[in-house]
């Protein structure tokens, strides 16, 4: 299967090296792009639309694939999903560490990626009171209580998750080498026999 990897601020798509390795042994195709400005200077919106230009132009325009997303990774693929169509495409969506419904630790970061991943943000409110797009997307969400940029950490819960898995992680960016974490995506998207 097709996976795109969308990473968080200030991060490279190279942070899922390690977890794109091991899918990559299960047989699937990992692409994890740079999105640029990687602090988001433009806000969400902007790398949303670049992420679709991506996918568009690496996978093709039609072709179904997975999605994972990781901590302000989650809120640009989230608006890939549910403003620019995205959902049609994707079977499954993994949000791992996401700022879903906000982070305090973004009222203290500048720019306007922050600003869209405070509570009740523009951006946020418009994502939270309309998720019919996802009705046919598969959502599977990540979270450790030892998060120290997503706070609260229950933030990263999605009620309409088909699984909400607490993850014994130690700090934010070890959830994308967590084997639990990692071995639940490949699992999941494992072919039924």
């Not at 209580?145 to 609260?152: C, E, G």
């Not at 967590?178 to 072919?191: D, M, N, Q, S």
Request: charged share 15%.
């Amino acid at each position: 299967m097709e996976i795109i990897m969308v990473h968080g601020i200030w991060d490279k798509g190279s942070v899922y090296r390690r977890m794109a390795d091991f899918l990559g042994e299960q047989g699937h195709h990992c692409h994890y792009p740079n999105l640029e400005p990687a602090n988001g200077a433009h806000g969400l919106a902007d790398l949303a639309e670049k992420l679709k230009v991506y996918i568009d132009h690496t996978i093709g325009s039609d072709v179904p694939f997975a999605l994972i997303g990781f901590s302000m990774g989650t809120v640009i693929s989230r608006y890939y999903l549910q403003v620019l169509g995205g959902a049609s495409r994707v079977s499954h969506f993994f949000s791992i560490s996401g700022p879903l419904h906000g982070t305090l630790t973004a009222h203290f970061w500048p720019g306007k990626a922050s600003r869209d991943m405070r509570f009740r943000s523009q951006l946020l409110q418009q994502l939270n009171a309309d998720t019919s797009a996802l009705k046919h997307t598969t959502i599977h969400s990540y979270r450790t209580p030892f998060d120290l940029l997503i706070i609260p950490t229950r933030s990263s819960h999605w009620e309409i998750a088909a699984d909400n898995h607490i993850v014994p992680a130690l700090f934010h960016h070890r959830m994308l080498i967590h084997g639990k974490v990692y071995r639940h995506i490949a699992e999941t998207l494992k072919p039924s026999a």
